[in-house]
């Protein structure tokens, strides 16, 4: 099973910042935070991942709480582009177990 | 990054017979994956293929049902064996260039009539 919570959907005005939550509170030491999407009719995309710091690439941030229990993934400039289904996972690397993740709805 | 075809694109079959569907990736990998996605649902894990070793598959899904193959590390092939309707999905094939980062085909959509 998924180690994750994610709310099933989301709504996001085009150019805002989206903030999608997730929660791992089963995480242990060595497990890494992962976050994915789908865009509709496509294999999963990978956008980033964390261990413990907060993390930024070209595509999103990502910010773990200090516990790690819990993390955000932002997309700070939302496009209609990035209309998907967000899965947040954990893991050590290898197989990734998917959760039903958030479904995220930019609008304009 | 990896780039990875899959064939066919999606297909119709009867039930009762096979499909093979083939992965291709432009680089030479260990871990392969096979994945399935039911309409409307998230991903499930099938199996876990590398290269000289038999695959290992997740609670649920067994080698007589979904045999596959991973001659070399470029290649893998999924069997959908003895198709029923349930078997209707997409299967994706996946592959991982880091501990960090997985890359997925674009998929297989079959149905089964």
Sequence with gaps: DAKTTQPPSMDCAEGRAANLPCNHSTISGNEYVYWYRQIHSQGPQYIIHGLKNNETNEMASLIITEDRKSSTLILPHATLRDTAVYYCIVGEGGKLIFGQGTELSVKP | ?113
């Design chain 2, 1 to 113: 990054s990896a780039v990875i075809s899959q064939k066919p694109s999606r297909d119709i079959c009867q039930r009762g017979t096979s499909l093979t569907i083939q992965c291709q990736v432009d680089s030479q990998v260990t871990m392969m994956f096979w994945y399935r996605q039911q309409p409307g649902q998230s991903l499930t894990l099938i199996a876990t293929a590398n290269q000289g070793s038999e695959a290992t598959y997740e609670s649920g899904f067994v080698i007589d049902k979904f045999p596959i193959s991973r001659p070399n590390l470029t290649f893998s092939t999924l069997t959908v064996s003895n198709m029923s309707p349930e078997d209707s999905s997409i299967y994706l094939c996946s592959v991982e260039t880091s501990l960090y980062e997985q890359y997925f085909g674009p998929g297989t959509r079959l149905t089964v009539t």
